[in-house]
């Protein structure tokens, strides 16, 4: 079975300061990856998915991008975060053989000053 | 477009208590999938179930059953006999078959009280 780490767990960044959180995962190759955030008290939007290495499709426009330079890994990233980019970050993994389940990592809780 | 709507946004309890969890969803599709995760105070989302469209039938997990009704497009979840541990907030989602993209409902909070 396949297991998501993120990496950091939480994380205090100053308006204008940059960001990259990562996401890998064990236990599968060529994995669906998935990126969403979670507003306090709120429900998961969808920012990122990939379906392969340098394949990324937006859901949401913003001041996000991400990238998956390797099979296993995903990086979401900002320039300039905005006050806005503060939540709850959670990294999804989905088998492209057989189940369509997403399971996902532990997050990363954000919170932009 | 497909949507989710979870109209109960909190739902207290007393332990030992069955609760019962709604979710309407909407969707074009004929092919799709439904599921349904616990998000407890930690953050992970755990995944409980996973149905897809043209299997209707109940289903229990210990303390745990699903109502899939595709004439009323309701898949319903309660927890029987609820305890402390039981409290999360809980999301029900779907995926339309060739995109595999989720689409969350807003989520249920869930207090058991002792």
């Known amino acids: 079975s396949q297991t998501i780490h993120q990496w950091p767990a939480t994380l205090v960044q100053p308006v204008g300061s940059p960001l990259s959180l990562e996401c890998t995962v064990e236990?599968?190759?060529?994995?669906?990856l998935y990126w969403y955030r979670q507003a306090a008290g709120r429900g998961l939007q969808l920012l990122f998915y990939?379906?392969?290495?340098?394949?990324i499709s937006s859901e949401v426009p913003q001041n996000l991008s991400a990238s998956r330079p390797q099979d296993r890994q995903f990086i979401l990233s900002s320039k300039k975060l905005l006050l806005s980019d503060s939540g709850f970050y959670l990294c999804?993994?989905?088998?492209?053989?057989?189940?369509?389940?997403?399971?996902f990592g532990p997050g990363t809780r954000l919170t932009v000053l | 477009a497909q949507k989710v709507t979870q109209a109960q946004t909190e739902i207290s309890v007393v332990e030992k208590e069955d609760v019962t969890l709604d979710c309407v969803y909407e969707?074009?599709?004929?092919?799709?999938?439904l599921f349904w995760y616990k998000q407890p105070p930690s953050g992970e989302l755990v995944f409980l179930i996973r149905?897809?469209?043209?299997?209707?039938q109940n289903e229990i997990s210990g303390r745990y059953s699903w109502n899939f009704q595709k004439s009323t497009s309701s898949f319903n979840f309660t927890i029987t006999a609820s305890q402390v541990v039981d409290s999360a907030v809980y999301f029900c989602?779907?995926?339309?078959?060739?995109?595999?993209?989720?689409?969350f409902g807003g989520g249920t909070r869930v207090l058991v009280k002792p």
């Open positions: 999804a993994s989905q088998e492209t053989s057989g189940t369509d389940t997403q399971y």
């Open positions: 236990g599968t190759s060529n994995p669906n």
């Open positions: 990939s379906v392969g290495i340098g394949q």
């Open positions: 969707t074009r599709d004929t092919t799709y999938y």
């Open positions: 149905r897809n469209s043209f299997d209707e």
């Open positions: 989602a779907l995926s339309e078959a060739a995109g595999n993209k989720l689409t």
